[in-house]
């Protein structure tokens, strides 16, 4: 089992930033890949980006593309969702996931552990 707990949200005005923070627990955090996913109100949840066990390599979707940043301290046990030029489509709650494929994913059922979820609020 990884427990999985995200902090970090809340209000900001559009073209403010954010980090959102996951800290994970349990079994071997550099064992799993992490992905960071998004849902606003009535929408399914969204694939933002991911991040593999090492961190060499990491993707992104193309609506946050240039704009939030994936990253991971392993020692730490923890990744991180830089946001920067926030804007008002942002909105929604934040959710981090793992999975134990090696190869990184976008997919929300490839992932084995969720968290919570945090709330991220962008005002115009």
């Known amino acids: 089992q990884v427990q999985l707990v995200e902090s970090g949200g809340g209000l900001v005005q559009a073209g403010g930033s954010l980090r959102l923070s996951c800290a994970a627990s349990?079994?071997?955090?550099?064992?799993?890949?992490m992905g960071w996913f998004r849902q606003a109100p009535g929408k399914e949840r969204e694939f933002v980006a991911a991040?593999?066990?090492?961190?060499?390599?990491?993707t992104d979707s193309d609506s946050v593309k240039g704009r939030f940043t994936i990253s991971r301290d392993n020692a730490k046990n923890t990744v991180y969702l830089q946001m920067n030029s926030l804007k008002p489509e942002d909105t929604a709650v934040y959710y981090c996931?793992?999975?134990?494929?090696?190869?990184?994913?976008?997919?929300?059922?490839?992932?084995?552990?969720w968290g919570q979820g945090t709330q991220v609020t962008v005002s115009s």
């Open positions: 996931a793992a999975t134990p494929r090696v190869v990184i994913t976008s997919r929300p059922y490839d992932y084995r552990y």
């Open positions: 349990g079994r071997t955090f550099s064992n799993y890949a």
């Open positions: 991040i593999s066990w090492s961190g060499s390599s990491t």
